[in-house]
């Protein structure tokens, strides 16, 4: 989504496709990882990417409605990897 509005409008900088670049290549990493650790830092990932855009909302570099989507997708994805987690524990 950065890398779009980076494209489109030339707003950001290069430590955004960074930042970027480094949660895709972390969530790589996690094929290789046993479950539970994977599991965990998926949830990690996702979350501090969600607050990330969900924060970057509210200062107004990307569309409000975008971060209020972002925010409930991120809540929605990271309930369903934490009960993957429960479960898998028990």
């Known amino acids: 989504m950065r890398w779009g509005i980076r494209a489109g409008s030339g707003t950001g900088t290069d430590r955004t496709y960074l930042l970027g670049a480094l949660g895709a290549l972390i969530g790589l990493i996690t094929l290789v990882l046993p479950f539970q650790p994977a599991i965990a830092c998926l949830t990690v990932g996702f979350a501090g990417q969600g607050a990330w ?4 909302g509210y200062r107004g570099t990307i569309p409000d409605s ?3 989507r972002r925010m409930s997708a991120t809540l929605m994805v990271c309930a369903v990897l934490v009960a993957i987690f429960a479960v898998n524990a028990a």
Do not use: L
Not at 53 to 56: K, Q, T
């Open 53 to 56: 855009d969900v924060w970057a």
């Open 66 to 68: 975008y971060a209020r």
